[in-house]
């Protein structure tokens, strides 16, 4: 990989769902604390019990973190996208797709796992990143690559999840990086997993 990985995956790291913050949480230390994006009501039961953060979830790190690199996001934005992407890939109860936010592509285009993808906001006809989760024959599970997105009047966030059909989908251009000050995202990322439970 081009760029330097400042948060590594550890076989210490372990997930666990907070009933304080209706969440699930990935502690990576003591006192470094990663909260997801997603609450009671959009996990599978699985998600309920404390488990280590897994040998695929090691290779699944990298192969977000290496697609998200192309993306003009902060490294703290990076790391949070790759970490939701984990738990939505492990964690989330099966998702209806909702196309409607997008335009039909002319030729049908299958995505692969971990693939940065692109797909036209139908009311607006912006074209926006996703990231691809889990596929589908028809459709696949994606995560919200862009830090706010607005399709039908409606706020998404990064992270936030989307199932989409696949003839939505098409294949992604690169994006020049714009480089930042990298001891800034090393704090910024520091105050991003230290979330501490009190």
């Not at 003839?167 to 800034?184: A, G, V």
């Amino acid at each position: 990989m081009t760029n330097k990985i400042i948060i590594r995956p550890s076989d210490n790291w372990r997930w666990y769902f907070d009933e304080k913050y209706d969440c699930l949480m990935l502690e990576i230390s003591d006192d470094m604390i990663f909260r997801s994006r997603f609450s009671s009501k959009h996990l599978a039961p699985d998600a309920f019990e404390a488990c280590r953060f897994s040998v695929n979830d090691t290779s699944a790190y990298y192969h977000f973190y290496e697609s998200c690199s192309s993306l003009n996001l902060s490294e703290p934005q990076k790391v949070e996208l790759v970490l939701n992407a984990i738990v939505a890939r492990n964690f989330l109860r099966p998702q209806m797709p909702k196309s409607w936010y997008f335009t039909q592509q002319p030729v049908l285009f299958m995505p692969r796992f971990a693939e940065l993808v692109e797909a036209e906001v139908q009311d607006t006809r912006q074209r926006i990143n996703l990231l691809a989760v889990e596929i589908g024959e028809y459709a696949s599970l994606c995560l919200i690559a862009e830090p706010i997105v607005y399709m039908s009047g409606k706020q998404f966030n990064i992270s936030d999840v989307v199932k989409v059909m696949n003839d939505r989908l098409s294949s992604k251009n690169t994006i020049i990086d714009n480089p930042k000050n990298q001891d800034d995202e090393d704090q910024t990322i520091r105050e991003l997993l230290y979330q501490i439970c009190s």
